[in-house]
């Protein structure tokens, strides 16, 4: 887990200013949930045999016994707040969120045990046209970020039923090839055999290829649904790559799938995945209804913005307001309040904690400012501000104190 510094939040600050933005500008709304939840909403979304439930959460009980867990992604909550505040039935939802979320896995490039993901959630919307808004969203939020390096995968898992087939044929495929398998494969077998395509296991990637795919054994409607999808994407001119061994981590996804990858973080390459998840809500005791959704690492992308060169860097301050003599510190933040009063978008720093004049002068520079205001008592009494420039070949300057804003906002420009 990594303390994020303020030299760290100008791109923390570039990220999420861009995504709300973005999010809202497409009619989605803001969500908060809970960093704590019933360990029981995750094993009943995620699923009681991923890797996620079973070796990544941090679960613990509360003083009243009950199983409570830190978040280990944000979806299954939104459903949660969702239903209990009525926000799903007979509704469409248009929700995104921001926040930190919690594993317990090996740390690497990109990949933390708190980590941060920017998200969004929709409902009751059954048509690819949704999932394709989604898509479009994160390929316009690259754009605003000037990100480069990172390409759409898409799949379909088709409807539950279809999904069912599949798992059959492939349980029966698995079973012949049981040797070939690593212990996590041979345990997911009979559970959740999906996951086994998403082995990274150098050993079984060439029996994986020769699986039968889940492209076999759609039925018609999933394929009209995953069409439309390709359509909307192609008039678009959204490039993408059909993966299908594309299945995602988590066991409530059917219809779409998709991911954002890039190259250029190593063994971490997804930067966003989501997909359509009709199930989830009635999986959680709710009345069934239409669900796609999406997240992304924070963490991931702020990486990014720094290898290309496109994160915002911290800036210094406007000005910095400095004093000679005792008697000036009360009249300096007088002036600096009715500065701020009337500049509000100005970031004025006022020196504060004494100290020489000539330290006080390397505050100012080290502050970043371009203008050092000066305050004595000499300029008290003549009602005067002395301004130097700290980063141009400019004279030293007198300013009226009666008029110090409208000045002040002249030598600025």
Request: proline share 2%; aromatic share 8%; charged share 25%.
């Amino acid at each position: 887990m990594h303390d994020i510094l303020p030299a760290d939040m100008p791109a923390w600050n570039q990220l999420e200013d861009a995504y709300r933005a973005l999010a809202e500008s497409y009619g989605y709304r803001q969500i908060r949930t809970p960093i704590v939840e019933k360990t029981a909403l995750f094993a009943r979304s995620i699923g009681e045999v991923t890797d996620i439930v079973e070796k990544e959460m941090y679960s613990f009980e509360d003083r009243n016994g009950d199983s409570l867990s830190l978040r280990p992604e944000n979806t299954a909550s939104v459903v949660r707040a969702g239903m209990q505040a009525g926000l799903l039935h007979d509704q469409q939802q248009r929700l995104w969120y921001c926040g930190p979320m919690f594993r317990h896995e090996r740390p690497q490039k990109g990949r933390y045990r708190q980590f941060h993901q920017l998200g969004a959630e929709t409902f009751g919307i059954a048509g690819a046209d949704i999932e394709a808004e989604l898509i479009l969203l994160a390929a316009r939020f690259w754009q605003r970020l000037g990100l480069d390096a990172i390409e759409l995968q898409i799949n379909s898992l088709g409807s539950s039923r279809c999904r069912h087939q599949f798992r059959t044929v492939l349980v029966e495929y698995f079973r012949d090839h049981y040797q070939a398998l690593d212990e996590d494969s041979q345990r997911r077998l009979e559970t959740n055999p999906l996951r086994i395509l998403d082995s990274k296991n150098v050993e079984m990637q060439s029996m994986i290829e020769a699986a039968p795919t889940l492209q076999d054994s759609l039925d018609q409607e999933s394929r009209d649904h995953f069409s439309e999808l390709t359509d909307i994407l192609d008039q678009a001119s959204v490039s993408y790559q059909v993966n299908r061994r594309l299945v995602r981590g988590l066991d409530y996804y059917c219809h779409t799938v998709f991911e954002w990858v890039t190259d250029t973080l190593g063994a971490q390459g997804t930067v966003c995945g989501g997909g359509r998840y009709d199930g989830l809500v009635e999986q959680l005791g709710g009345k069934p209804n239409y669900a796609a959704g999406f997240s992304m690492g924070c963490e991931r992308l702020i990486a990014m913005l720094h290898d290309q060169g496109k994160a915002d860097k911290e800036s210094g301050c406007d000005v910095y307001l400095l004093m000679r003599g005792d008697n000036s510190v009360a009249r300096a933040q007088q002036i600096a309040e009715s500065i701020r009063d009337q500049m509000p978008g100005l970031e004025l720093v006022v020196h504060a904690g004494g100290g020489s004049f000539k330290s006080q002068m390397r505050k100012a520079d080290k502050s970043g400012a371009r203008i050092a205001l000066i305050l004595g008592e000499s300029e008290i009494e003549a009602g005067t501000v002395a301004v130097k420039f700290l980063r141009d070949d400019r004279a030293q300057a007198e300013i009226s104190q009666s008029d110090v804003v409208t000045q002040l906002a002249s030598l600025l420009d």
